[in-house]
């Protein structure tokens, strides 16, 4: 018996162990499960845990590269620094920051970097035909081919010097973006140094340097696009039945126009008498007329339209991160009067903002990128395409993973609205404000523009967009340039600032 009950006890003794035993691995599988499913997000994005970050950094990343092979940026192994293992390096420094933007451990990324972020790692979408990359052995990672094209780039960099400004340059057929230079700019090399405080250093000095150097303002900075705007205008005047052509009606040559509602006058640039029918207000840039013809030929709806119609108001497409959206104003206002057969328009409460607006002045907006792609879209018959800086990624053994397809973004006016613009653009060129942009042997469309910078009278930013091409054909090049208006400065008009800065960028891009 008492055999018996020391090994009952001894049994008992091991189911209880059993018991404990399996409550442990259960409490262990559950905690286990919890940390790897319910808590993984937050233990990886826990500020003291740099684990995946580095793990990330010292990651494989591919090469940008511009149209013709020109490497913008590759890794190469770090000269020793902690966990570190590599560095991001950028061979032309400043001259493609506003494409490459920068990859830093400590800041992140920015422009293609950041954008293409996913294609340089070799996270690819792979079709069912490439499954097969799945087990190889061999790391892959993506090589993206940008659209700028070097020699144009520095064309646009020598052209616009050491004045705050931008130039862009797009493929109208296309959208592929040849060139785009803002200055003040930066070295992404500086940016994306190793060492926490040398890499602090740097980006306090660019933060707190005149012109903000980190903030590529092609494509995220807004400004008043002045006379350029009068494409817009002169298209929504071209599209509506209202009466406006080319060349009728005539408005009367004088240095002020009042519109309803107000007895306020706008004046045309300098106080010059200005006047004729459209394609002369667009040669001669009279704010005279084409805020006439706003006001009481053309109204608030169908210029607002028109103005959306172009991409105003609307998020930009753009393949690198964070474009400002371009802004028109929409409320103008109850209306008073009806329209008469003379003067079609109706008359609103804000009818004189309506003038300023049509002026590209008021409460308008945009980004150099957006002016460029308002002269694009004139140059390819009234089709807007989607800008892009991506041309095609291939992987490690130089197979092609992804493709750019040119886009038809919005179709804002039709072809033959488009070949009156062009006509009277070119005008512009042959005997207006851009005679400065005359190219012998190509054919070349401009409009200039000279916006006051707020608060003012003097400072103003000079700006022209344009395209150009060999006659006979579809242009190749669209141009948008702006150099920024300095405060307490004299006053600088598009044809004389601008437009040589075009001229040079133009000649480059047609070879």
Not at 77 to 87: P, S
Not at 425 to 446: C, H, K, N, R, Y
Not at 500 to 510: M, R, Y
């Amino acid at each position: 018996m008492a055999v018996c009950g020391n090994e009952a006890a001894l049994n008992r003794q091991i189911r209880q162990l059993a018991i404990g035993l399996m409550v442990c691995f259960t409490a262990l599988f559950v905690q286990l499960n919890y940390i790897q499913v319910f808590k993984a997000d937050s233990l990886n994005n826990h500020p003291a845990n740099t684990r995946q970050i580095v793990d990330d950094f010292n990651r494989e990343r591919g090469r940008l590269e511009a149209a013709d092979g020109t490497v913008l940026a590759f890794t190469e192994d770090a000269d020793g620094n902690g966990n570190l293992e590599k560095q991001r390096r950028y061979p032309e420094n400043e001259l493609f920051a506003p494409f490459t933007g920068f990859f830093s451990f400590h800041f992140g990324a920015e422009g293609a970097e950041r954008a293409f972020n996913e294609q340089l790692i070799g996270n690819f979408d792979l079709r069912l035909n490439d499954l097969g990359r799945i087990f190889d052995e061999e790391q892959t990672v993506g090589n993206v081919r940008l659209t700028v094209e070097p020699e144009v780039q520095r064309a646009a960099r020598d052209a616009l010097g050491d004045r705050a400004g931008s130039v862009v340059v797009l493929d109208p057929q296309t959208g592929a973006v040849r060139a785009m230079w803002s200055y003040p700019s930066y070295d992404p090399n500086q940016m994306s140094l190793l060492s926490r405080e040398d890499a602090t250093k740097v980006r306090s000095a660019l933060l707190e340097a005149p012109g903000n150097p980190l903030l590529p303002r092609a494509y995220r900075e807004r400004y008043f696009p002045g006379s350029t705007f009068k494409m817009v205008t002169a298209a929504a005047a071209l599209s509506e039945p209202v009466g406006v052509t080319l060349d009728s009606p005539s408005f009367p040559d004088g240095p002020t126009y009042t519109p309803p509602k107000t007895s306020v006058a706008l004046a045309n640039f300098g106080g010059n008498l200005c006047g004729g029918p459209l394609i002369d207000l667009i040669r001669r840039s009279c704010n005279t007329g084409m805020a006439e013809i706003a006001a009481e030929f053309v109204g608030p709806e169908p210029l607002v339209t028109m103005a959306e119609d172009f991409g105003f108001n609307r998020d930009l497409p753009f393949d690198l991160p964070s474009p400002v959206v371009s802004n028109f104003p929409t409320n103008f206002g109850t209306q008073l009067e009806e329209g008469t057969e003379e003067r079609p328009a109706a008359i609103f409460e804000n009818t004189p903002a309506l003038a300023q607006a049509s002026l590209g002045q008021n409460e308008v907006q945009a980004s150099p990128i957006h002016m460029a792609m308002v002269a694009a879209a004139i140059a390819n018959d009234g089709k807007m395409m989607v800008p892009r800086v991506m041309d095609e990624v291939v992987d490690s053994k130089n197979q092609r993973v992804e493709s750019a397809q040119p886009t038809v973004w919005r179709s804002p006016v039709t072809p033959i609205v488009a070949s009156d613009l062009r006509q009277a653009m070119e005008q512009v060129v042959a005997d207006g404000t851009a005679e400065s942009m005359q190219l012998p042997g190509m054919t070349v469309g401009a409009k200039t523009g000279t916006a006051q910078l707020t608060g003012e009278e003097s400072a103003t930013h000079a700006w022209v967009i344009g395209y150009a091409g060999p006659p006979g054909e579809s242009p190749t090049a669209a141009v948008a340039v702006i150099v920024e208006a300095v405060p307490g400065a004299e006053q600088q008009t598009g044809g004389t600032v601008a437009g040589p800065i075009a001229l040079s960028v133009l000649d480059a891009a047609l070879g």
